[in-house]
């Protein structure tokens, strides 16, 4: 699902509130959108029902964040739709510079981040940021923007049914699968840190109760 085009804010307002932002003060007001941050060990179902939410329940307005990385275009991949293709160099100055909400080296000079002026421009136009996350960044996330967000991890019900889900998928060999296991044991430990955990034994259950707990974060205060 891709967004629409967002109508231009005026300009010394965007700027303002751009700048506050980069001096880590993100700006509340009533008009703004809010932020729902999901992270989850692979094979939980996460992006299942992330995706479920946002096919299903557009009268939430979530949209993705667009993304920066230093990889080539790829295909019909153009600049400011499927991300911001910056080169390595430009990428690392922006890390000196702050400007990144998250970001991560996924090998030498490859990198994928979240500019806060993009967030800031998705959260000023009305849209309700959502983030894909590992839970690093989750946690980075919601600490950066407190009540504005709600972090959401999505946990399966044992490592032995994560196991039968990955094995089940017949995509991973058996070492990628113990790696994966050996991380997902690792990034349960980061569940508590998060607002809410949804156990997803039953997806349909799972998807009801992540959207029960957004649209009450979304309508509090409103």
């Known amino acids: 699902m891709r967004c629409k085009p967002l109508p231009a804010l005026p300009k010394e307002s ?13 700006v509340i007001n009533v008009n703004r959108g809010r932020l729902i941050i999901f992270s989850a060990p692979s094979g939980s179902g996460k992006s299942t029902i992330v995706n479920w939410l946002m096919q299903e329940h557009p009268e939430l307005n979530l949209c993705f ?18 991300y911001f293709f910056l080169s ?8 000196e510079n702050n400007e990144f909400l ?10 994928y981040g979240t500019l806060k002026s993009q967030v800031e421009k998705q959260l000023n136009a009305g849209q309700n940021v959502i983030f894909d996350v590992d839970v690093k960044g989750g946690v980075n996330i919601k600490q950066f923007y407190g009540h504005d967000a709600l972090s959401v991890f999505i946990q399966p019900p044992s490592i032995d049914e994560l196991r039968k889900r990955l094995t089940g998928r017949a995509t991973d060999s058996q070492e ?39 649209t009450r974060f979304l309508h509090a205060n409103s």
């Open 102 to 111: 998250e970001y991560e080296e996924v090998y030498e000079n490859r990198f």
């Open 14 to 26: 965007s700027d303002k509130k751009i700048k506050e932002v980069m001096d880590n003060k993100p």
């Open 88 to 95: 390595p160099e430009e990428f690392k100055s922006k890390i």
């Open 65 to 82: 964040s667009v993304s920066c990385t230093s990889r080539a275009p790829r295909g019909t991949e153009q600049n400011g739709v499927e």
């Open 176 to 214: 990628a699968i113990e790696t994966r296991l050996a991380k997902a044991s690792y990034e349960l430990t980061f569940a508590k840190q998060f607002d809410t955990v949804i156990i997803n034994d039953d997806l349909e259950t799972a998807q009801k109760e992540t959207l029960n707990v957004i």
